[in-house]
């Protein structure tokens, strides 16, 4: 009785073991695919026009379809075929992957219940490995388009790629995006624009950003506590105190899960579709990955407004030390032409960054910082021999053909007009910006020198002041041209309320530096006050000024709504 018990327990395991093997040599032969999917269709699980072939060999699915939760998915032909020689090597190796007229549709499902990480659990990833070479010689998915539940619309006509996994290495093969389309979901403001635009002809239409700026607005106004409200704000402490008691930014330690080689990746002609439209004629990018390490060996950006060239590395552990080199030029006014180059080194904790400009704008600047730190300690220099403005001269005006488009045309004899109008230049020279200190206290120091068409004489400017997350005062700001000076000295408050208290003292100073339309001179003191509050605003200018024109006199000023 035991032995044959034995026996069973023997040969059991080995025949269904036996069976298994030949029901699913059944299903993925060419027959039993056919079958297999036939009932799949019957049951309303998926539907397909025709099916070839089968999975382990040459497979060829049409008019494929299938509803599976919120997603509806439609591919007009599938492909596959693996390589066979690669089985005598040890190897996994599909020959070609192919998917053509793909359509994805995703409707609004129930958000996902959130999941809290465990205290102490380690948020990296785990190693992976394979335990045999795995091989994708040619992807190939074209012609897609993917619509999400927000009107977020994704479309592209060629998608072509491969890879290779080598044990805990993986390789991407050459890969390609070409004519891809993406269409962000419109946001309120949009949408009512279009409606007000369909409703209404007469008038000048709503301006969707106008209507987007005053939602976001009114969501900040109902979110913000109202100081003195059941308590509320009455004692809140300010944002820069709030900043000193916060701990020290810590960044996590990421190891990749295997080593990640991307030689070449190329994006072209991919175009952002709605009220921005956006281009970009080529992208190509080279990078790798290992361990710790993330390297971004270049990357060539080309598009209608600018050209731009990167290359980066960074550690992610540590402070995650950097660095990065930028190269770019801009192809679109008023900046065509201008050229800028970006260094930057160092880690989160010790921060530099250099920039050279050169063109439109010259100007150098250096700055550094420790952005780990929640005051975010910095140091900041800007450097400018020469500035203009405007960067370049707006198109010019021949008024002479523009009288003629509306009709009119000059008689003989009338007074000449100037055929060209140039618009107002300014010229900053030997500009310097120096601040430093942190969100909490900062100290900054400006001068430079004014000119232009508009002003006679050249005016020089100087500032200092020091400030913080609420409020920034200036100790002084000074103008000087020719013989006199202005000097201001206040201080601007944008928290709890905006509140602004100024002072400002004329030493013969000369209208005439600034402006052609009056001649002389003026001396005295003035004081400015302007306060915000929820009862509405107030402000009072009392003047105390003499000058070199007819009628000096003496006034004051209070105004409130």
């Not at 020719?482 to 601007?492: K, N, P």
Request: net charge negative.
């Amino acid at each position: 009785m035991i032995i044959p018990f034995f026996r069973l327990m023997l040969w059991l395991p080995l025949w269904l073991l036996g069976l298994i093997v030949l029901l699913a040599g059944l299903g993925l032969s060419p027959w039993g695919t056919a079958w297999l999917a036939g009932q799949g269709q019957q049951r309303g699980l998926f539907e397909f026009e025709r099916i070839s072939g089968s999975p382990l060999d040459t497979f060829t699915l049409e008019g494929f379809a299938m509803q599976a939760g919120p997603a509806r998915v439609r591919v007009g032909r599938l492909r596959l075929a693996w390589a066979e020689e690669c089985l005598l090597d040890g190897r996994l190796c599909l020959d070609s992957l192919e998917l053509e007229n793909v359509d994805v549709r995703l409707k609004q499902s129930a958000p996902a219940p959130a999941t809290e990480q465990a205290p102490g659990e380690s948020g990296g990833l785990p190693s992976i490995a394979v335990p045999f070479p795995i091989e994708l010689r040619a992807l190939s998915v074209d012609d897609v388009t993917i619509r999400l539940a927000d009107g977020t619309r994704l479309e592209w006509q060629r998608f072509t790629s491969g890879a290779r996994i080598t044990g805990n290495e993986l390789t991407l093969l050459p890969t390609r995006l070409a004519q891809a389309r993406l269409q962000l979901p419109q946001s309120p403001g949009q949408r009512l624009a279009a409606a007000d635009a369909e409703a209404t002809s007469d008038g000048p239409p709503i301006s969707a950003t106008a209507i987007d700026a005053s939602i976001a607005i009114t969501a900040v106004d109902s979110s913000t506590p109202v100081a003195g409200a059941d308590g509320a704000g009455a004692t809140k402490p300010g944002n820069s105190t709030l900043l000193e008691t916060q701990p020290r930014r810590s960044l996590p330690e990421i190891e990749l899960p295997l080593t990640v080689r991307a030689p070449r990746i190329v994006v072209s002609d991919f175009r952002l579709v709605g009220s921005s439209p956006r281009r970009i004629d080529h992208l190509a990018l080279n990078l790798s990955g290992e361990g710790h390490e993330v390297r971004l060996q270049s990357l060539a950006l080309a598009t209608p407004d600018a050209d731009v060239q990167l290359s980066a590395s960074v550690a992610l552990r540590d402070d995650y030390p950097l660095s990065a080199s930028l190269e770019g030029v801009v192809h679109r006014p008023p900046l065509a032409g201008q050229r800028l180059n970006l260094e930057v080194s160092g880690s989160l904790a010790d921060l530099t960054a250099d920039i050279e400009a050169s063109g439109p704008v010259s100007a150098s600047l250096s700055a550094n910082a420790d952005v780990l730190a929640p005051t975010v300690p910095f140091e900041l220099n800007v450097d400018a021999k020469q500035l203009a403005w405007p960067l370049a001269p707006a198109a010019s005006v021949d008024v002479e053909a523009a009288l003629a488009v509306s009709g009119v045309t000059l008689e003989t004899g009338d007074t000449p007009l100037t055929s060209r109008v140039s618009p107002p230049e300014y010229r900053v020279d030997d500009l310097q910006l120096r601040a430093e200190g942190d969100l909490t206290g900062y100290r900054v120091a400006l001068q430079g020198r004014v000119s232009g068409q508009a002003l006679p004489d050249s005016v020089d400017i100087g500032l200092t002041g020091n400030g913080d997350l609420e409020r920034f005062a200036w100790l002084p700001l000074s103008l000087s041209a020719a013989e006199g000076a202005l000097i201001s000295r206040g201080e601007v408050r944008w928290a709890p309320t905006l509140a602004v208290e100024a002072s400002v003292n004329l030493e013969n100073f000369a209208l005439g530096a600034v402006t052609q339309a009056v001649d002389g001179t003026l001396n005295g003191d003035t004081r400015v006050r302007f306060t915000q509050q929820e009862q509405g605003w107030r402000l009072a200018v009392p003047l105390n000024i003499t000058s070199s024109m007819p009628e000096p006199r003496i006034l004051f000023a209070e105004v409130s709504p």
